[in-house]
């Protein structure tokens, strides 16, 4: 009975997947949104980099709501890992050659990642990538000594600031334009460093997100090897 | 130059597969993460390859480090060895 059950709903699926797939023809780029977006993207938003400008400007909203999410999970990582008793890494260095090449090439690192969100309009990458890379150095540090400590506040502080300047810079476009996150600021020149009107401000505040959120939950983490 | 774009693009395929083998057999999880992080290594020089270098970069910082990090927290609390 239940064998028949299942051929039968199976069916009823094929059908329908059947009938709507030979609907779409087959080796047919059907897809002329991204055209779209190659012809009018410099235009509309003065973004040379046509995935920031989509990123940013087009699906702001989506950017806003992946940012929540990765704030939602580094504060439940937080409360699951908490614990009241002062935790603290294990007083270990590594040998001399990880912690002098750590030591030259850290800030170096965190350069690299300023460098990658600030120009996000202009060179590929943009905040994610450029947080994402900041962290990466500060697990550098924090593998190569084990007593750099990065301070908890202050990580807070920058992510608060940031996350509130993503949402007034929204908030600005729904006062002074029409719609949330329009770009108010004016576009200036193509392929310079000040153009895009708010993009580079938006992608500035989404690096120094991430770069905080991920640095935090990366100590959350490793403090909680014995 | 277009030949050698495509045995670079081989030798990459094989080299994907390998380690993707590598990271699925092997019995010491720790060797196995490595394998994982090899295969994010590949995979953004193809998507650098494929001219989407924003995917490059994200695969090259989170694939490369960050999850590798977490991956070994993690068999640093629980075993080393698969069974």
Redesign the interface.
């Known amino acids: 009975m239940r064998k028949v059950l299942a051929v039968f709903l199976l069916g009823i699926m094929g059908f329908y997947l059947f009938s709507s797939f030979s609907e779409i023809p087959f080796g047919e780029n059907r897809a002329t949104v991204g055209d779209y977006y190659l012809e009018n993207t410099v235009l509309q938003t003065g973004s040379v980099?046509t995935?920031t400008s989509i990123v940013v400007s087009y699906r702001g909203f989506d950017t806003l709501g992946e940012v929540t999410v990765l704030f939602l999970a580094s504060t439940g990582l937080a409360a699951i890992l908490f614990d009241n008793k002062g935790r603290k890494r294990r007083r270990q260095h590594a040998s001399l050659i990880v912690r002098v090449g750590a030591h030259l090439i850290y800030p170096l690192i965190i350069l690299l990642g300023a460098y990658?969100f600030i120009h996000g309009h202009l060179t590929?990458?943009?905040g994610?990538?450029g947080g994402?890379?900041i962290?990466?150095g500060v697990?550098l540090m924090f593998m190569s000594y084990r007593s750099f400590e990065v301070s908890h506040k202050w990580l807070t502080y920058l992510e608060s600031f940031a996350g509130i300047s993503f949402v007034t810079i929204g908030l600005s476009g729904l006062i002074w334009g029409e719609s949330f996150l329009q770009n108010i600021l004016p576009l200036g020149v193509p392929n310079e460093l000040f153009s895009a009107g708010v993009i580079p401000i938006i992608y500035i505040a989404v690096g120094i997100k991430v770069g905080a959120e991920?640095t935090g939950l990366?100590d959350n983490?490793?403090k909680?090897?014995k | 130059m277009i030949v050698a774009l495509t045995i670079m693009v081989y030798v990459l395929a094989v080299i994907l597969i390998i380690a993707a083998l590598f990271a699925v057999k092997q019995k010491d999880l720790l060797l196995a993460v490595i394998g994982t992080s090899a295969i994010s290594v590949v995979l953004s020089i193809f998507f650098y390859i494929l001219q989407a270098?924003?995917v490059?970069?994200?695969e090259a910082?989170?694939g490369v480090?960050?999850s590798t990090?977490?991956f070994v927290?993690t068999i640093?609390?629980t075993e080393r060895y698969e069974e």
């Open positions: 980099n995935i990658v590929p990458g943009g994610f990538q994402a890379i962290a990466t697990l991920l990366l983490l490793l909680t090897i | 270098p924003d490059a970069l994200t910082a989170i480090a960050l990090i977490i927290i640093k609390k």
